[in-house]
């Protein structure tokens, strides 16, 4: 049995043959494809269980390949994406994560930092889906209205988990967050699994400082509905988001 389906996007034959022979020695099934339009149309016809993507391809780039996968209605929006990118190109590896790519492995890369990645983007989507499971009010194939809700305890499922979740599957909609005595109300607006807007009690609030905030509740509830929300000017990636909130997190308890 495989441990699942690789698509490799990569230009350079040498890369491409080290990145299948690791794969494959690990127990993936791997296909390459060499340019950024050939790629997206296997990836939406193949939904992989991960994608790696070169920044640097012949016909577009590798950012044209994560914009268009993320924006993609049906499930392949929700593929696990690893971005290879030079390490000393920052504003790449930057610009990789704001689009929507889970994770940047720079080159020169190592075998075993290669099958680690994919390994643990496959585990964490399959963690995600199984608590998104543990709290949906209904399966997914009998959402009143179409209308997808979980809600839960905070205390089981944090913050940053459902936060996560919304972006992987590209959600739209609403989601609540109330602490232990009710009288404070976060609501995260998502629009396409990018944050569109963060509501402290009715008022705007910064996204990152709300994040950090509500990442401490030990207790409370949250809510999550499907639907419409707003078009906003800026719209945020969730996962750099999260990253930056950790980030001043632990500069904070340094």
Known sequence: MSAGRVLIIVDDEWMA????????????????????????????????????????????DGFWVVRRIRTEQGPVSQVPLA?????DDVPSRLQGLRIGADVIITKPFRDEEVVAQVGALIAMVNRLRRKRDSVLDHPPSSRIGGAAVFHGDLAEFSVATALALLEMERRTGVLKVKDNDGRREIVYEVLDGALARV????????????????????????????????????????????LEAMRREDETNR
């Open 17 to 60: 043959t080290l990145l299948v022979r690791f794969l494959e020695q690990a127990g993936y099934l791997v296909e390459n494809t060499r340019e950024a339009r050939q790629g997206f149309d296997r990836a939406r016809r193949a939904i992989p269980d991960c994608v790696i993507c070169d920044v640097q391809l012949p016909d577009i």
């Open 83 to 87: 971005l290879l990118a030079q390490a």
């Open 199 to 242: 509501l402290d009690n009715g008022k705007r609030a910064d996204p990152i400082d709300i994040i950090r905030e509500t990442m401490r509740w030990q207790g409370g509830r949250f809510a999550f509905e499907s639907t419409e929300v707003a078009a906003a000017i800026l719209r945020q990636g969730i996962g750099v988001l999260l």
